[in-house]
């Protein structure tokens, strides 16, 4: 049973390769056949305006004669041009290829049809074949011509629209392992930096408050564990981006104790708009190291979340010191400004910005969308 069919298998790949090298074929004949029929019509009634008659079919069968050379020569001329496209490397390489290429086709051609249009009763063409040539060389050389460079055109059209076509495949591929290389950088600039600071208010706490240790303890591993399950996502919603959040401040609430409270004004109607992942903790870091960790008063942050005409507007307070003089991107800001700008173009906003009330606010702005998350593949 198995010989059987892996011999009928074996039998139906030259099938569908014989199927596959016919197609081409039947195109070209099929095509040429029309164009003989389209210029057959317009001889004839362009004959009937003249107030010649000349039969439909006799215009027919002599437009066919000439197509039928075409025919036999258009697979072998678009093989030639995709061996030979147009470069500008290689200029005369072409000039030196196509235009005796052209010129040995076009007088097959018209060989061709100065030996048959005399069988099939072509008006226009009497039996002497020199002469049939002579007059069809001198009439009809330059339109033949034509052809012959339509034909390379065509394939030069359809070789720079593929290669656009896979520029735009490999931009988009990049574009994604952009993000995935940003995403992937804000992970690892998370994990050693807050790592270290949370460590080390564990190992402070574990001899003055053991329980307290232990809570941090496992907040950490929780928070971390969000970070490392996240399967490459470029965006979540941003529900799931606000408890990563709270997760990350209930640590740094256990480190500044007091000092650090948070509050986070987001309605029900914007809780499942997408953002880009990790979006708002280098912002809340920002506020916290450049805001509340400056000062020795409560510190207070603020997270915000609204729909405006169709953006997703995101902002982050404190009441801290302010910018001052200076307004410094660390690598926090700035990385997500260029995951913004990569992810959205002219689509988004971002400012840094004094806050009202005192401090800093940091603010942006993303097309309000809602549905499943794009990921990173």
């Given at each position: 049973?198995?010989r059987t069919i892996a ?111 005399p069988l099939v009763g ?256």
């Open positions: 049973m198995n011999h009928l298998n074996a039998a139906t790949v030259p099938t569908e390769r014989l199927a596959c090298a016919r197609r081409p074929i039947l195109l070209t004949v099929a095509g040429w056949i029309l164009c003989a029929a389209v210029f057959a019509t317009q001889s004839h009634f362009a004959a009937a305006v003249r107030g010649q008659s000349v039969p439909w079919g006799a215009a027919f069968a002599a437009w066919l004669v000439w197509a039928s050379g075409w025919a036999l020569l258009t697979l072998p001329i678009l093989r030639l041009a995709k061996r030979v496209p147009f470069e500008r490397r290689a200029f005369w390489r072409v000039v030196a290829v196509h235009v005796p290429g052209s010129v040995v086709a076009v007088l097959f051609n018209l060989a061709l049809y100065a030996a048959a249009a072509a008006p226009g063409v009497g039996p002497d074949w020199s002469a049939n040539f002579s007059r069809l060389f001198v009439m009809t050389f330059l339109p033949n011509l034509a052809v012959y460079w339509a034909l390379v055109g065509a394939v030069q059209f359809l070789r720079l629209r593929h290669n656009i076509h896979e520029r735009e495949r490999r931009h988009l591929r990049l574009e994604a392992q952009l993000a995935e290389a940003q995403l992937l950088a804000l992970k690892s600039q998370l994990q050693p930096h807050f790592l270290f600071n949370t460590l080390n208010s564990i190992a402070v706490l574990i001899g003055d408050d053991p329980a307290a240790a232990r809570y941090m303890l496992q907040l950490l591993c929780g928070l971390l564990r969000k970070v490392l399950d996240n399967d490459g996502s470029r965006e979540v919603t941003l529900r799931e981006e606000l408890d990563f959040i709270a997760s990350y401040l209930a640590i740094e609430q256990i480190r500044f104790a007091d000092r650090l409270s948070y509050h986070v004004d987001a309605g029900p109607d914007v809780m499942q708009a997408r953002v880009p992942s990790l979006v708002l903790q280098p912002l809340v870091e920002n506020a916290i190291r450049h805001g509340v960790a400056r000062r020795a008063r409560p510190g207070r942050i603020v997270i915000s979340a609204r729909a405006d005409n169709g953006m997703l507007r995101l902002a982050v307070t404190d009441n801290g010191a302010g910018l001052g003089r200076d307004v410094k991107w660390g690598i926090g800001l700035s990385n997500t400004r260029a995951r913004l700008q990569q992810m959205f173009g002219a689509r988004h906003a971002f400012d840094i910005g004094e806050n009202p009330g005192g401090g800093t606010a940091v603010s942006l702005a993303i097309p309000l969308q809602e549905g499943p998350c794009a990921s990173v593949h």
